[in-house]
C-alpha cells in the first residue's frame, strides 16, 4: 500500500470483458477496491445494493447531479451511471488503490479531471487482426470494408486517451496484464 493510493481507470467498449478482469483483478489484488457507481438501472437478479451498485431512481440521480456528488455521469444505453466523488477520495485517502470499471465517456471525463490517474484502454480481440483479414480477403463490398474501418478506427483512436491498452484475446492473459499493470504503476519511484 502506498500512503495514498492510485487510481486505476479501466474502460473500453461495452461487452468487452471489462466486468470479467475486474472481478479476477480485485480477487488476486491486495489493497485495491471497486468503486461502487451510483445507477438508475434496475436491479438485476442477484445483485445487491451497495455491493454492485447503488441502485438509485432517476430523480435521486438528478439531485446528486445538481449537488455536484459524481466525479463522472454518462448515460450508457437508456440508464445514467455515475462514480461517486466521496467513494473515490475517501478510498484513496485511506491508502487503497481505487479501480474504475467505467464506459468510454465517463473514462474521458475523469481523465480530465484527475490525470494523475492510470487509465487502461481493453480491446476487443478483433480489432488488431481486422485490417489486414478485410484487405486479404478481398471479398466484401467497399462499403462494407468501410464500414467495419471506420468503426476500427473510431476504437482504435480511444486508445491514445489512455495509458495502457490490453486486448483481451484470451481472458486469463488479460487478467495478468492488468495486474502487471496495477504491479508496475506501484513500484514507480515517484511513490516513494
Ligand atoms: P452494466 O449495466 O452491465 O453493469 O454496465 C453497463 C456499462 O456501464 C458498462 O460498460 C460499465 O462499464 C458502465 N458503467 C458502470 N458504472 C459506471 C459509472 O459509474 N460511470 C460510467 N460512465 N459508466 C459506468
Redesign the pocket.
Known amino acids: 500500500m502506498t500512503s495514498k493510493g492510485i487510481l486505476f481507470v479501466m474502460?473500453?467498449?461495452?461487452g468487452v470483458g471489462?466486468?470479467s478482469i475486474h472481478r479476477e483483478v480485485l480477487a488476486r489484488v491486495p489493497d485495491i477496491k471497486l468503486?461502487i457507481?451510483?445507477?438508475t438501472?434496475p436491479r438485476?437478479s442477484g445483485e445487491v445494493d451497495g455491493r454492485?451498485?447503488f441502485f438509485i431512481s432517476p430523480s435521486e440521480f438528478e439531485t446528486k447531479i445538481k449537488n455536484n456528488e459524481f466525479l463522472?455521469?454518462?448515460q450508457?444505453?437508456s440508464?445514467m451511471?455515475?462514480?461517486l466523488k466521496s467513494e473515490v477520495v475517501h478510498t484513496l485517502h485511506s491508502g487503497y488503490d481505487v479501480l474504475?470499471?467505467?464506459?468510454i465517456?465517463?473514462?474521458r471525463?475523469v481523465r480530465e479531471k484527475m490525470p494523475q490517474g492510470v487509465f487502461i484502454f481493453i480491446q476487443p480481440p478483433s480489432l488488431g487482426a481486422l485490417v489486414e483479414r478485410i484487405h486479404g480477403r478481398g471479398l466484401d463490398s467497399q462499403q462494407s470494408i468501410q464500414d467495419r474501418l471506420d468503426a476500427c478506427h473510431a476504437e482504435m483512436s480511444m486508445a491514445r486517451y489512455y495509458d495502457y491498452v490490453v486486448i483481451n484475446d484470451r481472458l486469463e492473459d488479460a487478467i495478468k496484464k492488468v495486474e502487471a499493470i496495477i504491479i508496475a504503476e506501484r513500484c514507480r519511484v515517484k511513490y516513494y
Do not use: H
Open positions: 474502460s473500453g467498449a461495452s471489462k466486468g468503486s457507481s451510483a445507477t438501472r438485476r454492485d451498485y463522472e455521469y454518462a450508457v444505453y440508464n451511471y455515475g462514480t474504475l470499471e467505467i464506459d465517456q465517463g473514462a471525463q
